[in-house]
Each structure stands twice: as structure tokens, then as C-alpha cells.
């Protein structure tokens, strides 16, 4: 069954602009995971955010999480081209430490 | 330091067909998970290999199955190949409870 579920499925942006990405799940987790994917090829990691973490900052990238919502935001500020990708949180809930629950992504589409 | 390797890149089967794909953990880790990702879905969790034991399964029918050797590599082995079985799989490699490496995932099609 689907754990996170990412919003909107797809979001077209200039370059520049910010992009945000919102996720939100079912259980309690130990933590959240926010990856990249090209073109179906292998994820790359962002951002690993933990259940006592309310912020995290990557970069361009910054991961807010509220647990009283189940909720998650990404946020990347002044998007490039190269930003252009699916993007994916994962949650690892109780003592499944390493088995991820994955959303369907949000597809980014950044302009050049 | 080689990141998560995997091999096949691409791979062909027909219907009722076996194939077994292989992956190489990063260097250091001792945990490897499998993943299946259908074209336009997140990924889905297979397997879990800890000390060469399955350590969790996700809610995959017994046609798939997997091996951790000694030098933490893995396998995943699928029988009986169906249709519905062509996906990217993706192999990760981790030191739980930290975040997991992914490799660039083989392509499997089946005809």
C-alpha cells in the first residue's frame, strides 16, 4: 500500500523560480526521504529528514516535515533546467529501518 | 569509492522465463533492498538482505527471490516471468537506520 503520497504529480516552472513538492503519509515514521530520478534511471538522494526534525537544508534544497500533519514539503529555490526530474519521498515507519514506502513522485518540468 | 553498481543494464525475456540480476553494494554497507518501479510508479519494495538472510519482504509472490553473498552482493532472481514483471528494478545499499544508495537500476522487459 502507498505510504507517501507527493503533490501535485507533475509541476511545470521557469527557471528561477521556486519549485515546492508537498508529501504526506499514513503511519508514524522514523524518518522521510526525499529522492531525484532522470529519465528512469536510479534515484539519487536529496535529503534524509528525521521523525524529531522539523527542518533540514540541502543547497538550494530545503525539507520541512510536521509529524501532526504527516506531512512533508520540498522546496527548491531559483530552479535550474537541470532540476528537471521526478521527484519521490520515501518514509521507513516502525521497525522496518531500510524497507522505504515510496509515492508515485512529482514530475518537474523547469524552463529554460 | 564505486557507488551501487548493478548488471544487466538492459535485459530481454520471454513469458515463463527465469533471470537473475546482481547487484554490488557501496563500499562499507552491509544491508541490500530490492525495488521493482512499473513505468510511471514510485518504487516497490521486494527484499531486504542483512548477514546473507532475507530480512523483510514486501508483498511480492514467491517467484522472486534473492541471495546476499558473502561480500554483501546480492542477487534477485525471478521465475515464471510474467507480463507484468518488465520494470526498472533497483537495487539499494544501506547501514540502517541511515539513508539508502540506489544503482542505476536494470531494465527488465518481458515479451
Known amino acids: 500500500s502507498q505510504q507517501g503520497e507527493e503533490d501535485p504529480q507533475a509541476l511545470s516552472i521557469q527557471e528561477g523560480e521556486n519549485a515546492t513538492m508537498n508529501c504526506s503519509y499514513k503511519?508514524?515514521?522514523?524518518?522521510l526521504q526525499w529522492y531525484r530520478q532522470n529519465s528512469g534511471r536510479g534515484l539519487v538522494h536529496l535529503i534524509l529528514?528525521?521523525?524529531?526534525?522539523r527542518e533540514k537544508h540541502s543547497g538550494r534544497l530545503r525539507v520541512t516535515l510536521d509529524t501532526s500533519k504527516k506531512s512533508s514539503s520540498l522546496l527548491i529555490t531559483a530552479s535550474r533546467a537541470a532540476d528537471t526530474a521526478s521527484y519521490f519521498c520515501a518514509t521507513d515507519a516502525g521497525a522496518n529501518a531500510g524497507k522505504s514506502t515510496f509515492g508515485d513522485g512529482t514530475t518537474l518540468t523547469v524552463k529554460p | 569509492d564505486a557507488g551501487v553498481t548493478q548488471s544487466p543494464t538492459h535485459l530481454i525475456k520471454t513469458r515463463g522465463q527465469q533471470v537473475t540480476l546482481r547487484c554490488s553494494p557501496k563500499s562499507g554497507h552491509d544491508t541490500v533492498s530490492w525495488y521493482q518501479q512499473a513505468l510511471g510508479q514510485g518504487p516497490q519494495f521486494i527484499f531486504q538482505?542483512?548477514?546473507?538472510?532475507?530480512?523483510q519482504r514486501g508483498n511480492f509472490p514467491d517467484r522472486f527471490s534473492g541471495h546476499q553473498f558473502p561480500n554483501y552482493s546480492s542477487e534477485l532472481n525471478v521465475n515464471a516471468l510474467l507480463l507484468g514483471d518488465s520494470a526498472l528494478y533497483l537495487c539499494?545499499?544501506?547501514?540502517?537506520?541511515?539513508?539508502?544508495?540506489f544503482g542505476p537500476g536494470t531494465r527488465l522487459t518481458v515479451l
Open positions: 529528514i528525521r521523525s524529531n526534525e
Open positions: 503511519t508514524s515514521i522514523n524518518n
Open positions: 538482505y542483512y548477514e546473507e538472510e532475507e530480512r
Open positions: 539499494a545499499s544501506s547501514i540502517p537506520p541511515n539513508e539508502q544508495f
